[in-house]
């Protein structure tokens, strides 16, 4: 019975790490698919997917390290509080004592021998924040902080242009009729008339303006009791990520697709790179996901499975949809090609498409706007100061929401805000800050325990080599990005 619990608990947690991984990107994918190659596209897909997991067992052991230094400084902090407290104790007291601390001496093997808990076992919620401060020097710390902050910040981002751009699309026409005259050669500008004398980018910028006004107060305070929202917008987001698969299955299968995509264009890949590394983000929320998992035996072979079916999930999405449709006829936002009469006859289902990104990143964006106040006001903290209201209540949320929403204001470029994003800010926290935690951990670890403890939660890739390769894996590709968008730009 004991064994069947601790599997259910990990198929649970299984549910809840590709929940989490697969998001707002897996939806920018096809027309990334499309761009790059299917060939090229689905050999970077796999060496990412690989490369990503590899820095999640980098944090998992970084973890379990942090947790054994926590767990061995509260031991020292009992053993002095036991001593301060020993002149007053009884004779009794005395003995009881005497019997603990001579277990409490013994090497830390052999009281793990005697039944107590491995010290590294993953007990206590270390956030990638305290790990930083626990591994990194006070630059690292710093350097770490930017890093997310970018990342946030390129987060809001897309969720601020996504919401109004689906909107836009789903509501105008050229001709100011519903969604169902949209047929499936017609291209739009941002200047053509959505309703009456007003642009399109006009009504782009108005749904932005109601966005920011309705979800942007969010801001200016805490969210909470959020789980039931959290369980729907995730049920939301399986019915319509299986309804699109299903219809462009549909549509090969009656041989209406229309895709003919190439084997391989190179120009492409610096967004599928950016998308692909956004698409497998996991490393920042791994603690508060990892930490609850009660049986964690298992848990190097757990992440390994959810990786092959993340894989195999993005695989089948984007190869159905590459297949389906034109690789010029695909949306920046893959639901967008189902708001269509001709690909969808079914109002309800069409609608739910075109408009499932404005409920499920409309819940979303209050949450990550908060994490990255937090992380202003936790970059900026100064041990046993706190801040003034204003700057508290009103100068941190406006930093937080105002870079974004004028970033949104600007471009609506779904595909280069997710591939910028990823392939910079998510470079750093995907590769970078996992390398340099498992180098510094291993280090430390060595220093306080001895070399004849080992980590149980250690990385398959213990070798140095590895955290090598994934920092020049990460050098590598920021060089490639940038040089491919300064040829890019010049060529413009």
């Known amino acids: 019975m004991a064994g069947e619990e601790a599997g259910g608990l990990e198929s649970v947690g299984l549910v809840y790490m590709f929940n989490l991984i697969v998001g707002t990107g897996a939806l920018t994918m096809p027309k990334a698919f499309a761009t790059a190659g299917w060939l090229v596209s689905l050999v970077l897909l796999v060496f990412l997917g690989f490369m990503s997991f590899v820095t999640t067992t980098f944090v998992i052991e970084a973890m379990a390290a942090a947790n054994a230094q926590l767990r061995w400084k509260r031991m020292e902090n009992l053993k002095e509080e036991e001593d301060d407290d020993s002149s007053t104790a009884s004779d009794s007291d005395v003995l009881i004592r005497d019997n603990y601390e001579r277990a409490e001496k013994r090497p830390i093997l052999s009281v793990q021998k005697r039944g107590s808990p491995n010290p590294f076992e993953i007990t206590d ?8 401060s626990m591994f990194f020097n006070k630059v690292g710390v710093n350097l770490f902080y930017f890093c997310i902050i970018v990342y946030l910040y390129g987060d809001l981002a897309i969720y601020a242009a996504a919401v109004p751009f689906s909107l836009m699309q789903v509501t105008c026409s050229a001709a100011g009729n519903d969604s169902c005259g949209v047929e499936a050669d017609t291209k739009y500008n941002d200047t053509d008339r959505c309703w009456g004398p007003l ?16 979800l942007g107060p969010f801001t200016f305070f805490d969210v909470q009791k959020t789980k039931y929202l959290q369980i729907l917008t995730s049920l939301m987001r399986w019915i319509a990520f299986a309804v699109m698969i299903v219809l462009a299955l549909v549509r090969i299968g009656h041989g209406q697709g229309e895709g003919h995509p190439p084997l391989a264009d190179f120009s492409g890949v610096r967004n599928l790179f950016g998308v692909c590394v956004y698409s497998f983000m996991c490393q920042h929320s791994l603690p508060s996901l990892i930490t609850p998992v009660s049986s964690k035996r298992h848990l190097t072979r757990l992440v390994f499975l959810d990786y092959v079916l993340i894989l195999a999930f993005y695989g089948l999405l984007s190869f159905t949809a590459i297949f389906c449709f034109r690789g010029d006829s695909l949306m920046d936002m893959y639901t967008l090609n189902f708001a269509r009469c001709d690909v969808v006859r079914l109002a309800a289902v069409r609608f739910f498409l075109g408009l499932f990104p404005v409920f499920t990143i409309s819940t979303n964006f209050p949450i990550i706007a908060v994490t990255l106040r937090n992380n202003w006001k936790t970059l900026f903290h100064r041990e046993g100061g706190t801040y003034p209201w204003v700057v508290d209540r009103v100068v941190f949320p406006t930093i937080t929401l105002v870079p974004p929403v004028l970033v949104a204001f600007c471009t609506h470029d779904l595909e280069s805000l997710v591939g910028i994003t990823g392939a910079y800010a998510g470079t750093g926290i995907q590769y970078v800050i996992p390398a340099f935690l498992v180098y510094h951990c291993r280090r430390d670890t060595q220093l306080a325990f001895g070399c004849g403890v080992s980590n149980k939660h250690r990385s398959p890739f213990r070798h140095t ?6 920092l020049l894996w990460a050098f590598s590709c920021f060089i490639f990005v940038t040089a491919n968008i300064v040829l890019s730009e010049t060529k413009l």
């Open 125 to 132: 919620r270390v956030e990638m924040g305290q790990m930083a």
């Open 199 to 214: 642009r399109r980018v006009d009504a782009y910028r108005i749904y932005l303006a109601i966005f920011t006004l309705l």
């Open 465 to 470: 080599f590895w955290v090598g390769f994934v």
